[in-house]
C-alpha cells in the first residue's frame, strides 16, 4: 500500500529498458524481408504547435522508435541491406551549444553511431546532399508513403535530383513499396522486453483505475476522477496518457469518444472511465464502469453482468490457432442472448445475430492489437480473411453495451447507460495472460472495492 490515502498499491519500479541490442536485431530482421538491393527511408516524428510558440510534448513516432530508440525529432533512419560501409544510415541535428543551453542535451551524429549504434551518422544539413546518393543504384524504396505530404515531396525531389542525371548514367529506383506491410507485421509479435514495458504500463494504469474507484463520490466533476488517473500515471514515471482519457457519468457513457469530462457526477448514474497510460512508449488500455455511489442499482447491474459474461466469453475464445473474430462473434451472441432475456430486443435469437440488431446496443469491436500504439498496427484481415491469433499479440478485449438516452425502443428506466469493461491480454502458447490483473471486475468485486 502507498501513503496516499492507502488507496493502490505500487507497481513494481525500475523496469530496465529495452537493450540496444534489440533494436540492432529488429532492423535486421526487416532488412531481412526486404527485396535485395532496396533502401528503407523512415523518418522519426516532428515537433507540433500546441499554441503561438508552444509545442505539444514530443512523443517518437512509433515506427522510427521501434528501430531506432533515437529519441529526438525530425531525425531520418536509412536502411541499406548490404551496404559496404554500413546498413544503417541516421540524420540528426546537429550538437548545438545555444540551442542545448536552454533546450538540453542534443546527441548528435558522433554520439548516435556510438550510443544508438548507427554505421555512418549525418547532420540533416546534409541530406539533401547525401540520401540521393544512397538511393541512387537500389532498385526499390521502402516508405510509408502518405503520413506527410512534406515528407513525400522530400522523398520525390531526391528521387527527381537523380532522375535528372539518368543521361548521365545514374540509375533511379524503379519501384516504391510501402513500408508498413512488413514493419508491422514485425511490430504485432511482442519480444520479452517489449512485454515487460506493457506489463508494466498495464500495473500503473490497474493502480490508477483502483484509485479512482475509491476516490468517487457524488458531486465530484468528471475531471477530478481523470485527474486522479493522471497522478497516479505520472507518479510512476509514466507521463503521459496512451490517449485522451474518457470520464463519462450518466448519459455520457453513451457517447464512445467523450473527453470533456467536465460533469458533475451524480449519485445513482454510472461513471465510465477508460484511460490507460503510456510507458516508455507503451500504451495500456482499460475500461471501468462502477457507480458513483458505489452501489450498483438492479438495472445497472443486470446489464453490467450481461457486459462481463460478454467479456468472459471473448476471453474463453483467446488462444493461438482461434481466429480473431471468434472472440468478437462470441461476445455479440451473450450480448444478444442478455437484451433478448431482458426483454430490450425482441425476436428469435438466430435472426437477430443475422440481422445485427445488437449494434443499437454494441457499436464498435471487442478489441484491437495494443502496443507502442494503442490501436496498434498489424493486418486484422490479411488476405481477406480473419486472422489466427498467435502467442506474442497483444490486444484489448472490450465488450460494452450502451443505451443511448434517445433509444425509444427500449423502456425509459434502461435509457441513458453505458458500460464497458476492457482489459489488456497477451496470447500464449496456451491461452492468453491478463495484463491488466488485480483491477475489481465482477460488480461484487467493485462494490466491495469502493466500500
Ligand atoms: N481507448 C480507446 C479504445 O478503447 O479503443
Ligand atoms: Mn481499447
Ligand atoms: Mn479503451
Known sequence: MTADQGTTEAPRRGVSTIPRGE???RRRQLMGMMEPNAIAIVPAARLAIRS?????????????????????????AVLLPGREHGEYVLFCHEKDPVQELWLGERIGAEAACERFAADDAFPLSDIDDILPGLIEGRGRVYYSMGRSPDFDARIMAWVNSIRAREASGATPPGEFTDLDHLLHEQRLFKSAAELRQLRHAAAVSVAAHRRAM??????????QLEAEMLHEFSRHGARCAAYPSIVAGGDNACTMHYTANEQRLKSGDLVLIDAGCEYRCYASDITRTFPVSGRFSRRQRKLYDIVLAAQEAAFER????QDWDAAHRASVEVITHGLLELGLLKGSFR???DDGAYRD???????????????????????????????GMVLTVEPGLYIAPDN?????????IGIRIEDDVLITDRGYELLTKGLPRSADEIEEWMA
Not at 522508435?65 to 529526438?72: D, I, M, V
Open 23 to 25: 533494436f540492432h536485431r
Open 52 to 76: 503561438r510558440d508552444t509545442e505539444y510534448a514530443f512523443r517518437q513516432d512509433s515506427d522510427f522508435h521501434y528501430l531506432t530508440a533515437f529519441p529526438e525529432p525530425d531525425a531520418v
Open 214 to 223: 475509491r476516490q468517487c463520490r457524488p458531486g465530484i466533476y468528471e475531471y
Open 318 to 321: 483467446l488462444a493461438p490457432g
Open 351 to 353: 435472426k437477430l445475430i
Open 361 to 391: 446496443f454494441y457499436m464498435h469491436r471487442v478489441g484491437h492489437w495494443l502496443g507502442l500504439d494503442v490501436h496498434d498496427v498489424g493486418d486484422y484481415r490479411p488476405g481477406g480473411e480473419w486472422r489466427e491469433l498467435e502467442a
Open 408 to 416: 425509444e425502443s427500449v423502456p425509459a428506466p434502461w435509457r441513458g
